[in-house]
């Protein structure tokens, strides 16, 4: 339920016939994961939907599960306190229940959250905390995302040294992920870290391969970022017309 892409339409046509209560409930979790860069308001739809569900049943789990995603889409619009609010409440209930997926997440959501706030010194301890937590239950797919957000917040201290080795160890371990090659973000977080290092083939290298999946999985805020970056580097080497 913790991947963030798939074919929406194929789960909702799971969700429509689901006969279970629990299979309904991890299926608006992952409807929910599916839409949260793209759609957050559907995401949230789908994460509501969830948490009624799970609260008529009193099903633990899936509360703080269904609470988390709406954490995550708090976050995506923009309210990242009350985001980390809601994330770091679920912490003590999946430690309660030994959920060491949803400790992971409730972490990535501090890391994600305080990041975004400017907190870099902060969201890189709740990386690395979510890191300890994907390594120690050996989720790959957690693990190579744990590392691309240590790699980011030590590239916002300026650490770049020490942030170029945990993204190049997050792509390394994407591949082994059960999402293959379908994410950006880890491609892009090198495209920037490069772009710092002021080494701009290789900054060019990223960002032009962030391109293709994210506008194939509407990872707009990718996209966006991955073109902005190629102008910038363009008009750093003098090509102004390759900017344009």
Known sequence: QWEYFGSAANFKEELRNAEHDTTRLRLYVRLSNIYVFSYPDTALQFAQGGL???????NKKWIAYSNLCIAQCLLVIGNYPKGIEMGLKEGPVLEELNDTAGMTVCNFIASWGYGDEGENSKALGYAKKALFLSESSRNKGFMSIALEHVAEHFKDINKLDSALVYARRGLAYRSLGSEGDAWSGDLRNLADIFKELKQDDSALYYYKATVGPSVRLGVSI?????????????QHMARIDSSI
């Not at 569900?53 to 009193?58: E, K, R």
């Not at 990718?222 to 363009?234: E, H, K, N, S, V």
Request: glycine residues 4%; proline residues 0%.
């Open 222 to 234: 990718d996209a966006f970022d991955a073109y902005l970056g190629i102008a910038r580097i363009f």
């Open 52 to 58: 009624q569900l799970a609260q008529s049943i009193n």
